[in-house]
């Protein structure tokens, strides 16, 4: 089951948690290495499954996808599903989707 419930302060006191969905494994490390060494919490997944199953897993704060992953939930068809779960963390994607770059 997802989590819905809304971010609390105690949520954005920790560290900020990033989540990287893209299936390059050489840019997953890259970013994954690069933001951890940069203080934040970084999980790194391949593809829109294994999305789906970090996001049930705990709230992120911000999430950077691939927008096209073979095979899998590219960032054009998570937007629709992130909203779903997560309204409050998609301000930026709404203004890509009012400039046309992705749908949603």
Do not use: C
């Amino acid at each position: 089951m997802l989590s819905t419930r809304p971010w609390t302060n105690a949520d954005r006191l920790m560290t900020q948690k990033i989540l990287v969905v893209d299936d390059d494994p050489q840019l997953r490390t890259l970013l994954e290495n690069y933001l951890g060494s940069q203080g934040y919490e970084v999980a790194a997944v391949p593809d829109g499954h294994a999305m789906r199953g970090a996001l049930a897993a705990q709230p992120f704060d911000l999430v950077i996808l691939d927008l096209t992953v073979p095979g899998g939930m590219g960032g054009r068809d998570a937007v629709p599903f992130i909203r779903r779960i997560r309204a409050d963390v998609l301000d930026l994607l709404q203004g890509l989707a009012d400039k046309g770059y992705i749908k949603g």
